[in-house]
């Protein structure tokens, strides 16, 4: 439950999402929003974290006990053995999937359907299909294929999403002029909840295997459709 609803509070790689968005749409209340921000996700995972507890794990805890060791100082040698058996291990099992990952969206943003090398992004395969997802992203007012485009890399790594969207746009007027203040307040929420990086996801596949690992892509990215929604309804009120 603890790797299922960690990635819903807002961790450092969203901060240039935050600083890039709400410097352009919220200049007067930035610091009202980045706190709506951050507490609407621990609001989430709490809300989540019921939920859960009371569908899925709803039989009795199981005791946990764990003997301390003896405090003692550190030896210099057992502490390289352990990180390397660490970054090891995160090598060999996460690390394999960050590379695929990496390898598929490079390959979907640089290819055309011909398999040609495209020399703007709209005609490559990821735009084809960040066009298909675009359409479901169109209820939050974020029916941008540039947008859509974004959020995918961004599974990558969050602040990917912001050097895609300075890529595809080629401007920030460019981008406030495409977008609305309550747009931009539903692709906030969005970020804030949706997927984790690819990162996040490799490690809990190496924990809980892959069924649980594609369990909390689909879950965090329901979510997030539903809370960007919801704001983006609400928001019209004052915006």
């Known amino acids: 439950m603890t790797m299922i609803l960690t990635p819903f509070m807002s961790c450092s790689a969203k901060l240039p999402i935050y600083g890039v968005f709400i410097s352009a749409f ?28 009371t569908f899925v794990y ?14 003692r100082m550190p030896g210099a040698k057992n502490v ?16 394999t999937v960050i590379f695929m990952a990496t390898l598929a969206i490079w390959f979907l943003q640089t290819f055309s359907l011909r398999l040609n090398i495209v020399t ?35 599974f990558l790594a969050k602040e990917s999403v912001v050097s895609t969207l300075s890529i595809l746009f080629g401007k ?27 990162a996040a996801i490799a490690s809990i596949k190496r924990e809980l295997g892959g069924k649980w690992a594609l369990t909390v892509v689909i879950l965090q990215c329901v979510v997030a459709w539903i809370a960007a929604y919801i704001v983006y309804l609400i928001g019209g009120f004052f915006f």
């Not at 390289?80 to 690390?95: I, N």
């Not at 703007?120 to 992203?137: H, R, T, V």
């Not at 939050?140 to 485009?149: Q, S, Y």
Request: with cysteine; aromatic share 10%.
């Open 26 to 53: 919220f200049a007067d209340n930035k610091a009202a929003v980045m706190m709506f921000l951050y507490l609407l996700g621990i609001f989430i995972a709490i809300a989540s974290g019921l939920l859960l507890k």
């Open 58 to 71: 709803n039989g009795q805890p199981v005791p946990f006990v764990m003997e301390l060791p003896n405090y």
């Open 80 to 95: 390289g053995l352990l990180l390397w058996d660490k970054a090891k291990d995160f090598l060999q099992r996460a690390f």
């Open 120 to 154: 703007d992004s709209k005609d490559s395969i990821l735009a084809m299909i960040s066009g298909l997802i675009a359409p479901l992203m169109h209820p939050m007012g974020l029916g941008d294929w540039r947008i859509a485009t974004a959020l995918i890399t961004g």
């Open 172 to 198: 920030t007027s460019t981008l406030v002029s495409s977008m609305t203040s309550l747009s931009a307040a539903s692709l906030l929420v969005f970020c804030l909840l949706y997927t984790p990086c690819v």
